[in-house]
């Protein structure tokens, strides 16, 4: 890593890359994905709408079930199905519908213009194959590379994502290497085709906290020099806070609150999004101060509350929010919320 | 509280051997999980015991719980030796020492019901007689956890991962303990989940005058519970403080590291901070650790001794302590190294 890297000042209207929506690199639009258990269907990502501009890294947060990676995984139609089902909606990228193109066609995005980084380098990696192997084949499927300038391209990609001797490391295989250097392994192999967009699932999560430091400055480096885009799936609102230029805040399958990351810590809208906030540990906290939890549980999805998927936990729950939806609409400007209650009330 | 402290440990090392190989059966070596660890928990207080996976944390918690061979060293529990213990006044010591796990769907037999898991410990040391009685406890105690009485006949699966940590915290409850150590009793729950778990946690402790040994690798986590707080690296404890010291004025350059490496949820915080990528690498392996300090191979700070000579944990102020030759008096070079500062 670089000398001491002050993370980039939040001056968010010069630094940020403003997200116009007709500019933008992915549009997701009304997504539904459903799994069906029998006569049950969970409705896992229930009319999902938002944009990734171009060099932006747009978080989505939310805890376990929340729909984040079944988002992500329905963007690339990586949903095993049956039993799960995109039942509805529209995912453009650069202008074209990856909801509508045919195997061949997706198969040339996928891990070439969109990448994908998983919580698991252990299994996301073959283990009977050497890194070298792994490295080649998105080059040799995708560019066509000439298979005498694929060694000096894996090295190259090894010491981007900073693996010591690369040289040394090139034949072995996932096994000799540790968790933290696995996943810089995936890294390499999700940047040997210099993608647009890069969807990391959270890509630290397995890691320890040193080690995932080391990790996410990688990534935020090498999509910087790229310029690429990122979407970042994390339940650490830590990890959120520092490295998200926008965020998509999702509970039971909807996104509640979107906006800067700025907009979302200090002036969050949804009481989801208030709670989240409030119960996290921090580290800049008074001594054996008081966490404040969210009560109750999460929904579940086979069978969700009327209206408000939120209402049952919410504090501010008033009676409308007991019969409908909220749709996800402009609080101000580009700072989303769906929520009927005003919480400043 | 009393003078002497409710648990002390001395010295403990825990040693794993290893499998030979065909050709040299017997060379195998061994890992060295727990290297000469020394601590005291006092009655009513919550210790906080953190580190990177492989620093020895947890097994120091099994080793003090007697669940796994101790190699050299000793456990005091209210004065008595416990290390060398067997058979009944093992068994006896038992009931005063209880756990509460991580893994909240590994921890609870699948096919019991939550009254006979709670119930357990009641039956193993006769802490009541009569089914009217063992009835009325476990209600009472599901009631202490925030648990409803009507679930008692229901399984561990009916459960989420949060009710089903109350259960395990229940249980550990049943036996009326003098010390819980709780190995990461939280990590494994959703951040709305965990702060629940982690005011249970304080709760009890202030109902019951519990005393906690508090095993876990987020230090966030650790701050709102813990009244000092012990870091170790790779079996070695590398600095002890109040929680509020160890907080403000770290003083080993691998607490330093952590502490900077731990994202704050706070956009505005995070700028002003410095992300401090001077920890380079990971973990060494403990099989082969490295000589001299064990946290040399990534120190910005490392000298030459620090090679060759192995620190002591020694007090720099009164109650914090700090295994790094920077703070030996021999030292020319005191560090003046600025952590990111926690505004």
């Not at chain 1, 008074?286 to 939120?310: S, T, V, Y």
């Not at chain 2, 719980?65 to 060398?84: F, K, S």
Request: hydrophobic share 40%.
């Amino acid at each position: 890593m670089s000398d001491t890297a002050v993370s980039q000042p939040l001056d968010q209207s010069e630094e940020m890359p403003v997200t116009d929506p007709a500019d933008a690199l992915l549009q997701v639009e009304n997504l539904h994905t459903v799994f069906r258990q029998g006569r049950r269907a969970i409705n896992a990502v229930n009319g999902v709408s938002f944009s990734v501009g171009r060099g932006e890294t747009l978080a989505i947060v939310g805890e376990s079930g929340s729909g984040k990676s079944v988002t992500a995984m329905s963007l690339l139609r990586l949903i095993p199905s049956p039993p799960g089902e995109i039942i509805d909606g529209d995912v453009y990228f650069d202008g074209r519908n990856l909801l509508d193109m045919s195997e061949d066609e997706l198969r040339s995005v996928r891990g070439n213009e969109i990448a994908m980084i998983f919580q698991e380098p252990m299994t996301s990696l073959n283990p009977v194959l050497s890194v070298r192997q792994q490295l080649a084949e998105p080059m040799r499927v995708h560019r066509k590379v000439k298979e005498e300038n694929i060694e000096a391209r894996c090295l190259d990609l090894l010491r981007q994502v900073r693996i010591p001797d690369p040289e040394a490391r090139l034949d072995a295989y996932p096994h000799q290497f540790s968790g933290g250097m696995r996943q810089r392994v995936m890294i390499a192999m999700a940047l040997a085709c210099e993608p647009r967009l890069l969807i990391a699932d959270e890509p630290t999560t397995a890691l320890d906290v040193t080690v995932q430091a080391q990790i996410l400055e990688l990534l935020k480096d090498l999509t910087r020099q790229h310029g690429s885009s990122m979407i970042l799936i994390t339940h650490d609102l830590g990890v959120v806070a520092r490295y998200a230029d926008r965020i998509n805040v999702m509970y039971a399958g909807q996104i509640v609150e979107s906006g800067t990351a700025l907009e979302i810590f200090e002036n969050p809208r949804h009481p989801y999004t208030l709670g989240l906030i409030a119960s996290m540990p921090r580290l800049d906290a008074e001594e054996k101060a008081r966490l404040k939890p969210i009560e109750g549980q999460p929904p579940d999805l086979g069978n969700p509350p009327a209206g408000c998927a939120f209402h049952p936990r919410c504090p501010f729950a008033k009676p409308q929010c007991r019969e409908q939806d909220p749709p996800l609409e402009p609080y101000r400007g580009n700072h989303l919320k769906a929520c009927w209650v005003n919480v400043d009330e | 509280m009393s003078d002497t402290p409710l648990l002390e440990v001395r010295n403990l090392k825990v040693h794993f051997p290893l499998p030979g190989t065909l050709l040299k059966p017997k060379s195998g070596g061994s890992v060295k999980a727990v290297d000469g660890v020394s601590f005291h928990l006092n009655r009513g207080e919550t210790l906080g015991l953190v580190g990177e996976s492989g620093c020895g944390k947890s097994t120091t918690g099994m080793a003090v719980l007697r669940m796994t061979p101790v190699t050299a060293g000793e456990i005091h529990l209210e004065g008595n030796n416990i290390t060398d213990l067997k058979g009944r006044s093992l068994r006896t010591l038992r009931r005063k020492m209880q756990m509460i796990y991580q893994d909240p769907f590994g921890a609870l037999d699948p096919r019991m019901r939550v009254l006979d898991i709670i119930g357990e410990p009641l039956k193993v040391h006769n802490l009541v007689s009569g089914r009217k009685a063992y009835r009325a406890e476990v209600m009472r105690l599901m009631e202490l956890v925030g648990l409803l009485p009507g679930m008692a006949e229901r399984y561990p699966h009916e459960f989420s991962g949060g009710q089903r940590q109350r259960i395990g915290i229940a249980r550990a409850l049943a036996a009326r303990p003098e010390v819980i150590i709780c190995d990461e009793p939280v990590s494994a729950l959703d951040v709305s989940i965990q702060a629940q778990i982690i005011n249970l946690l304080k709760d009890l402790q202030e109902e019951l005058g519990l005393t906690y040994l508090f095993v876990a690798h987020d230090l966030a986590v650790v701050r709102h519970i813990c009244d000092r707080v012990m870091v170790m690296y790779l079996g070695h404890v590398v600095e002890v403080a109040d929680s509020e010291e160890l907080y403000t004025n770290p003083q080993h350059p691998y607490t330093q590291a952590l502490l900077s490496a731990i994202p704050i949820p706070d956009p505005r915080a995070e700028s002003r901070r410095e992300v401090d990528p001077s920890i380079e690498g990971e973990v060494p392996s403990p099989v082969n650790p490295p000589s001299g300090c064990p946290f040399h191979p990534r120190c910005k700070h490392a000298m030459e001794t620090c090679r060759t000579v192995a620190p002591e944990l020694k007090d720099t102020t009164q109650g914090h302590a700090v295994s790094c030759h920077l703070y030996e008096p021999t030292s020319a070079a005191m560090p003046q190294i600025r952590v990111a500062s926690m505004a």
